[in-house]
């Protein structure tokens, strides 16, 4: 049975799950221990204990412990990769490069342990220094989602460790077999006993009692809104750190003077990669009227030379939705889609498989306007809208008109057009004649209005939300009282 790591150790939850393959729901990957509140208590005492410690420890050991995990991490990137689309469902190629991209982020964040450079000031006042310096938060809790549940959780844990902290890591209960695989790794480590967690068990009840918990010092989430609004309201009392990244509803613009098989391509990529169960999800296509029907048809032929199996068989290109929830969800989406009057041009049926999952077809929905329920609503499947547009302004103004803002995308050769979008498009992520999603580990990411609060993550602009700053005046010796 997979295990929580807790102060050091390996320990049984109160109660198992069964971690079941969406692609073969007669796959049972392994039983998983959920954590009980007392672990969760012992496990923040741990953190609090060794996270004092690793602050004192010098940086060259951090770098060495992050460039191992790391280095491990995209050496096993094979073997972990299927691990992973075994539990998610995603295809081999998808799982096999996320955990090298989780290795990727180790690296990085490895380097920057060694570039924590602070800012000298002189004071205002005479025979003054001021320092400048960056200090960890403590112990920070990070909730992850399913969909990317390396690299996500990754994205959180190596930062977290590079700047000193302590972790407190509650994974999605969907996917607990590659958590407990990145966990080995990071348990062979020269850490100190405790500095890095495991609690496995619902969002409903660990996840909860770790948002409320007065001994967290910040909270990292990436997963729905609804529950990102439960945390902020759970992590209120304490006025506990708070970054979160949740739902979107990305467009693609598809303007009238794009190369048509690129923006096919990238908006079949977009829309239908991962099964669609990603953040950053080409939704909502906003295509120019004027090569609507052509971009339909094409659409409609890229969806349906998706092959769609077993995540571990060869040639599949689209796995199976993650779980019976998720596909229900879809369903029901697709039946909403219907009742507002919009059309399924083609997909959202159900495929027989030679093994028992949760298998749709992907699925293009026309007819209906940027105000309905599917066009509003993150679906999280391999499911796309095309919204029609009579303009540029047009496209600008649907894309913009959501409560999300994640990513956003133009297909257009006009240069003057992407730049005009670069600027205006009201998202934290923008591309130009690329997909909404696929980016890189090295710059931020993060959305605004209601896809992220809080700082951005990635890159060097973690350091904002792992560390506080701290301000401190040296009086020099002649300033001193005799
Ligand atoms: P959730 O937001 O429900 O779950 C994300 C994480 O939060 C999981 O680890 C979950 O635990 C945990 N969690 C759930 N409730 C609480 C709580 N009250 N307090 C603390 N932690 C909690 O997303 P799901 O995975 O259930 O997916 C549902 C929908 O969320 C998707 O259909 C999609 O719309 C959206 N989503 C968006 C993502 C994004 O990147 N934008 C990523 C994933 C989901 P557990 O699951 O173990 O109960």
Not at 224 to 234: K, M, Y
């Amino acid at each position: 049975m997979g295990q929580n790591y807790i102060a050091g150790a390996w320990r049984k939850g109160i109660s198992e799950i069964a971690n079941i393959n969406p692609s073969d729901t007669s796959d049972i990957i392994g039983h998983f221990a959920q954590a009980s509140a007392s672990d969760l208590e012992d496990a923040i005492v741990a953190a609090k204990q060794a996270q004092i410690i690793w602050a004192q420890t010098g940086i060259e050991a951090r770098y060495n412990a992050l460039m191992a995990i790391g280095t491990e991490l995209m050496a096993r990137a094979e073997e972990l990769g299927t691990l992973l689309a075994r539990e998610e469902g995603k295809p081999l190629a998808e799982g096999k490069g996320e955990v090298y991209r989780a290795g990727q982020f180790f690296t990085y964040y490895a380097a920057e342990t060694l570039r924590q450079l602070g800012e000298n000031a002189d004071s205002v006042r005479p025979n003054i220094e001021i320092d400048v310096r960056r200090e960890a938060v403590g112990v920070v809790a990070i909730i992850s989602p399913w969909n990317f549940p390396t690299a996500t959780a990754v994205w959180k844990i190596a930062p977290a460790l590079a700047f000193g902290n302590a972790v407190i890591w509650k994974p999605a209960n969907l996917v607990p077999a590659s958590a407990v695989a990145l966990t080995e790794i990071i348990a062979r480590q020269d850490l100190p006993a405790g500095l890095f967690n495991l609690v496995m068990g619902s969002g409903s009840e660990i996840g909860d009692a770790l948002t409320r918990h007065s001994g967290i010092d910040a909270i990292t989430f990436t997963g729905s809104l609804d529950v990102g609004r439960t945390i902020a309201a759970a992590a209120a009392p304490n006025l506990t750190k708070l970054q979160m990244e949740m739902g979107s509803k990305n467009p693609l613009i598809v303007m009238d003077d794009c190369d048509m098989d690129l923006a096919v391509a990238c908006a079949s990529g977009g829309a239908f990669g991962g099964t669609g169960q990603k953040c950053t999800a080409s939704s909502r296509l906003i295509v120019h009227d004027k090569i609507y029907d052509e971009f339909a048809e094409k659409l409609v032929a890229a969806a349906q030379s998706i092959k769609v199996g077993h995540a571990l068989e060869e040639g599949v290109t689209m796995g199976p939705a993650v779980s019976e929830t998720q596909l229900h969800s879809n369903q029901k989406y697709l039946q909403i889609a219907k009742d507002d009057g919009g059309e399924v041009l083609w997909g959202g049926h159900l495929i027989d498989q030679p093994t028992t999952g949760f298998y749709m077809a992907p699925a293009v929905i026309a007819g209906l306007g940027n105000d309905a329920t599917v066009n509003r609503e993150e679906m999280f499947g391999p499911m796309t809208c095309l919204i029609k547009a009579s303009s540029y302004e047009q496209a600008l103004h649907i894309a913009n008109d959501t409560e999300f803002g994640l990513t956003a995308g133009i297909m257009t050769s006009s240069l003057a057009r992407a730049n005009h979008f670069r600027r205006n498009a009201k998202t934290g992520v923008v591309m130009v004649n690329l997909p909404t999603a696929g980016t890189d580990y090295h710059v931020p990411f993060g959305g605004r209005g209601a896809s992220s609060h809080g700082v951005r993550e990635q890159g060097r602009a973690a350091v904002e939300f792992y560390t506080t700053v701290k301000t401190a005046y040296v009086g020099l010796p002649s300033a001193m009282p005799d």
